[in-house]
């Protein structure tokens, strides 16, 4: 029967715990699971006063073409600029999400001279990016700098280009890259440097910028991407950069050329809010010190609103989310491939207006 594989590829995930179905949302739950690091999502203040802004503009609901046809809206060269300057970069290009920046800018970056070596636990987008790419691709072990630098003194010169790719933020431990050390590298060999801000735009540094901006490297970071559906509530993403690789991109970043363009009404309202993040300070300033606290409290490590709670097993990690859930918690379990084997967990994602008082029950919870 010519379903017959299918039906036993899906079996066989439900028998390993790894099945995977789309949970029901019920906004009466305490979000842990959400990217809504600064609360933005729930700010109805804000989101009133933008309203009367989209009164007195009356953004288009779509952009219905792509950018290189019809659908290149003046808000798209509004926030473009708004994040250059932010950023003192040259330019700044706009994607549909952090999934198409990722794709498609390492797709269209790396040729079959050139070689790329990213971080062992980069994100599926970049993966996907580099390995759509014709360049030879290579894993440095985990923020492990020693092995990525052993890697380019034995390969750096046997390519044209070489691109070193990293999150700053990872996404499933919440540990943080040391950013000064790869700006190190970059220099010492000559390579571009790609650092991905999904999980640190909004959250870090004194404006908001991302680590990029705290460990003050901006200026020394040839491709910096951050999405706009984590901490600023809206949809997108971007990559600043030389005006170059600009005019490269919009030439050649499939994702960019054969997709429609974002709605203008939802590129105002991230420019509305990027305007602003400099203004969210004190939000921060309370995430860090609630991401501390809360990490005691488990008795776990983390570095950043990123609190992994290491559980091992598929089955059990669903349980405790199971249990979780029923006590008001929305915390769903990260599973393999997302992580590697028997190191499934929760993954608690904190958020800015949370306090610790309401999460204390879940150590308790935890222990059952």
């Not at 014709?134 to 990525?148: G, S």
């Not at 979780?324 to 990260?334: A, E, G, Q, W």
């Amino acid at each position: 029967m010519k379903y017959e594989r299918y039906i036993s590829t899906l079996e066989n995930l439900r028998e390993q715990g790894n099945y995977r179905s789309f949970p029901e949302t019920n906004g009466n739950l305490i979000e842990l699971s959400s990217n809504d690091y600064l609360g933005l999502n729930k700010d109805y203040t804000l989101y009133a006063d933008f309203v009367e802004e989209f009164k007195a503009n009356k953004y288009k609901l779509s952009a219905c073409s792509s950018r290189l046809l019809s659908g290149n809206a003046p808000e798209y060269t509004q926030l473009e600029k708004l994040i250059s300057t932010a950023y003192q970069t040259e330019d700044c290009l706009l994607y549909n999400s952090g999934y198409h920046a990722n794709v498609g800018i390492l797709s269209a970056l790396a040729g079959k001279k050139d070689l790329i070596l990213a971080d062992k636990l980069v994100h599926a987008s970049l993966i996907d990016g580099i390995q759509l790419s014709d360049a030879t691709f290579m894993r440095y072990k985990h923020v492990d700098y020693k092995h990525l630098e052993s890697l380019l003194e034995k390969h750096r010169n046997e390519y044209e280009e070489v691109f070193i790719v990293s999150e700053s933020i990872f996404s499933m431990d919440g540990d943080i890259a040391e950013l000064h050390k790869l700006v190190e590298l970059k220099k010492k060999y000559n390579c571009f440097l790609y650092i991905d801000e999904a999980h640190a735009l909004g959250v870090r540094g004194k404006n908001g910028l991302g680590c990029v901006e705290e460990d003050g490297v901006i200026q020394d970071v040839d491709f910096i991407v951050g999405t706009f559906g984590k901490a600023l509530a809206s949809v997108g993403a971007f990559v600043a950069c030389s005006q170059l690789f600009k005019e490269y991109l919009v030439n050649h970043s499939r994702t960019l050329i054969f997709t429609t363009a974002l709605p203008p009404i939802n590129l105002a309202w991230t420019a509305y809010l990027f305007e602003r993040l400099p203004d969210f300070n004190d939000r921060r300033i309370h995430l860090s010190e609630l991401s501390k606290a809360f990490a005691k409290h488990l008795n776990v490590k983390a570095e950043s609103h990123i609190v992994p709670y290491i559980i091992g097993s598929n089955q059990e990690a669903i349980e405790a989310s199971k249990l979780l859930i029923k006590n008001d918690f929305n915390v769903l379990p990260i599973r393999y491939p997302t992580v590697p084997q028997n190191t499934a967990r929760l993954r608690f994602s904190l958020s800015a207006d949370l306090k610790l008082e309401t999460l204390k029950l879940i150590k308790d919870l935890l222990k059952k």
